[in-house]
């Protein structure tokens, strides 16, 4: 665990807290929103062709799977409180220097999100 990771305290389902530590902020976005409101089981071994490898990429499914391998995952529909910690993160990315072209990339949004996102507009993207 990264305990100088800016998001560490932010106020996501308990749930949630140990799946983002495993595999980042943006692929557990990405799990709750496929799978948001559903159990999903995590197998021990990950196959190029398995569905949490489509949503997530081969990296970020063989961490879960060494994280949590045999066990069913409970996804709450967590989403707009990973979208408020992503949020932050880019807030505070952004005071640290990183441009906007790179935050975009980073998190695969639009340049023009990660705008509205820095003017404090909140919205549902």
Same mark, same amino acid.
């Given at each position: +665990?990264? +305990?100088?990771?800016?998001?560490?305290?932010?106020?996501?389902?308990?749930?949630? +807290?140990?799946?983002?530590?495993?595999?980042?902020?943006n692929n557990t976005?990405?799990?709750?929103?496929?799978?948001?409101?559903?159990?999903?089981?995590?197998?021990?071994?990950?196959?190029?062709?398995?569905?949490?490898?489509?949503?997530?990429?081969?990296?970020?499914?063989?961490?879960?799977?060494?994280?949590?391998?045999?066990?069913?995952l409970t996804l709450?529909?967590?989403?707009?409180?990973?979208?408020?910690?992503?949020?932050?993160?880019?807030?505070?990315?952004?005071?640290?220097?990183?441009?906007?072209?790179?935050?975009?990339?980073?998190?695969?949004?639009?340049?023009?999100?990660?705008?509205?996102?820095?003017?404090?507009?909140?919205?549902?993207?």
């Amino acid at each position: +665990m990264n +305990m100088k990771h800016p998001l560490l305290g932010a106020r996501l389902p308990e749930s949630l +807290m140990e799946i983002r530590e495993t595999i980042g902020l943006n692929n557990t976005l990405k799990l709750v929103t496929n799978y948001g409101g559903t159990r999903v089981f995590v197998p021990k071994r990950i196959h190029d062709q398995h569905r949490l490898v489509n949503v997530l990429g081969l990296k970020a499914a063989n961490q879960l799977s060494r994280r949590f391998g045999g066990e069913s995952l409970t996804l709450v529909r967590g989403a707009s409180a990973l979208r408020a910690s992503r949020n932050k993160e880019i807030i505070e990315q952004y005071s640290k220097g990183v441009r906007v072209a790179d935050l975009a990339r980073t998190f695969a949004l639009t340049e023009r999100r990660i705008y509205t996102i820095l003017s404090g507009v909140s919205d549902q993207a």
